[in-house]
Structures are given as C-alpha cells and as structure tokens.
C-alpha cells in the first residue's frame, strides 16, 4: 500500500514540475528563464525517485516511466494546487510558495523515516524546498509589496490559489496507513510550520490570507480540466511512440 | 529593463582558499534577487561555494584610452618577474 502514497507525493512533484517546465523559453527575463527550469529540475528528479521506489514496492513490473506517461487523467492522485495553470508571474511564484512552505517541513521531517529511499529523497529535497521557499517568497514580497499593478495581480493570485491549500493538509487513506507505519510524516503536522511561514511572507508582501471555501478532490482522481490539456503535452511522446527511447 | 532592474557583476568562489572570480552579470532588482539569480545562472553546474555580487555602477574601470601609458611601461622590465630567482629544492612546489 505504500506505494500508493508515494505515488501521490510524487504525483504534486512532477505535475507543478511539468508546468513549471512550460516557463522555459518564456519567462519574463533571462534570469527566471533559468530559474524556473531549475526549480522543475529539482521537483522532477525527486519526482523520478518516488515512481522508481514506488514501483519497486508495487512489484507489479511497472516502471517510472509507465506510472508517469501511462497513466490517464483519474489515475494521477496530485493536489489541484500543484496543476493549476501558470497564469501570471505572481501566480507561478505564490503557488510555488503554497507548495514549497509545505513541504520544506514535510521533507525536514520525513529525514526520520522508516523507509531508507525516503529518507535519501528528504535529505535532498528539503534544501530544494529551502530554496523554492527563498525564491518564491522573495517574489511574493516584492510583488505584493511593489507597483499598483503587481499588488493587484498579487492580490488577485491570492484570492485564485488559496482555496487550494487546505488539501495540502489532508491525508488519503493510503498516505495515512504510510503515516502510521512511520514512513511518510503527518501532513495535518505541518500545518503550523506553513501557517508561519505564509504568514510571515505575507505580513512583509502587505497580503492578507482570505476566507475561503477549500477545494478538494485531487487525492480521489477529481481534477480540473486543465491537468487533462497537461497530461496531453506531457505525455504525447510515449503515447504516438510507445516505448521511445532517446 | 535596467530601469527597475539594474545590472550586477557576479563573483564566484570555487573553493575555500580560493579567490572570488568574475563570470559575468545579470539584471536584478536588488541585491536579494540579485544574489538568487547569480546562484541560478552561474552555479548551475556545481561551480561554487561562495557568491559576490556587485552593482556594475559601483565598478570604476581604467580607461581603454589610456591603456599604453597605464601598462606599456612594465614591458621593458622583466626584473620584475620572479623566474630569475632560484627555489632552493627543499621549498618543494610553489
């Protein structure tokens, strides 16, 4: 059953990987245009490890190209959150925030897992997260806090993705049955480490954290049109040449 | 663009116990961002374990003009180079 967990974390890392691949070639400056591929670069080499030990687990022959190009729309159990469309700059950046304010202290805390591949995944991965926090955050701050546009646009990107937060913090049956056996941390315990990091950004980018109706579904298969239209472009490839190669 | 987003020149250390060496520049807004984009750009491949940056303004260069009465006098004076001396072989590599 473990594998199933694994398959969800990795699920969030390669879906917001693969859009913030989709900036390559189109970010507003020389510097983020580099930026943002290393930013996917580190969630789809984590991603890759969690589908390879994931189907190690399975033991069902799958490997992690199959479980990433292989699967259909409902099959991904990834968070709304992390295939919600780039849209602007400051939608890119605050939904970078969500994410990486999640799980820098997820991945502090699987350091201690029961499981040794999780445990090499999290040494690495938290840095990462470390830094996306530090990227995003800063961004967030300077748009909220700069020009009347980019506090509107900041604004408005708030008002967008925080619904889409809360489902960070909920646990499928499979992920919790990890939780238990002490491979996977608690993700309702991260929830004070994220409030305080949102909070502190915030408080600098002059934004305030809304009242909202939390969205969910992600975990059950229940997702928006727009993971199907990413799916398409990911998975293009292995679908018109099965087993390509290069 | 250099309006909001001034350029910087970026120094890289490779190691401990080696200098800061120059690599190019960037537009940054400050010097925050300026410092993450230098790490994003120029230590992509593993190339360092310290980062200057600077503001290009800030950098006051010799004058290409002036470049033969600035170094053409040094060229008749090799005395100057150390390869006249002799290491004694006990000093080992240098």
Redesign the interface.
């Known amino acids: 059953m473990a594998h199933l967990a694994l398959i969800e974390l990795a699920d969030d890392h390669l879906i917001l990987g693969h859009r913030l691949s989709e900036w390559c070639g189109h970010a507003p ?4 245009d ?2 943002l591929p ?1 930013m996917a670069l580190d969630l789809i080499g984590t991603a890759r490890t969690l589908y390879d030990h994931a189907a190690t687990l399975e033991d069902a022959g799958r490997s992690e190209d199959d479980l990433a190009f292989l699967r259909v729309e409902r099959e991904y159990r990834n968070l709304l959150l992390v295939e919600r469309p780039n849209g602007d700059f400051a939608q890119t950046m605050l939904r970078q925030l969500y994410f990486a304010a999640f799980m820098a202290p997820f991945w502090h805390a699987a350091q201690d897992s029961s499981d040794e591949v999780v445990r090499g995944v999290a040494g690495k991965a938290s840095k990462e997260m470390a830094y996306h926090i ?2 995003a955050g ?2 967030v701050i ?1 748009l909220g806090d700069g020009t009347e546009e980019s506090a509107e646009r900041m604004a408005e990107a708030v008002e967008e993705l925080h619904r889409f937060t809360d489902e960070l913090f909920e646990s499928s049956p499979e992920a919790e049955a990890t939780e238990t056996a002490g491979v996977l941390p608690s993700r309702d315990r991260i929830r004070a480490a994220w409030d305080a990091t949102i909070a502190e950004v915030f408080s600098q980018a002059a934004l305030e954290v809304p009242e909202v109706y939390p969205q969910t579904g992600g975990r059950a298969g229940l997702h928006g049109e727009c993971l199907g239209h990413l799916l398409a472009e990911m998975q293009y490839l292995q679908r018109a040449y099965p087993g390509a190669t290069w | ?1 250099t309006e909001t ?1 001034p350029l910087w020149e970026v120094f890289i250390r490779p190691r401990n116990g080696l200098a800061h060496k120059h690599v190019g520049s ?5 010097e ?2 300026a410092l ?2 230098a790490r ?2 120029y230590t ?1 491949r593993g190339e360092g374990s310290s980062i200057w940056v600077v503001p290009s303004s800030a950098i006051t260069a010799s004058d290409p003009a002036a470049a033969e009465e600035l170094f053409d006098p040094t060229a008749d004076k090799p005395y100057r180079h150390p390869t006249f001396y002799d290491i004694p072989d006990d000093v080992g590599h240098m």
Request: charged residues 30%.
């Open positions: 400056m020389l510097e983020e580099l930026a290393n530090r990227h800063e961004w300077r | 663009m987003t960037l537009h940054a807004a400050d925050v961002l993450q984009a994003d750009v992509r």
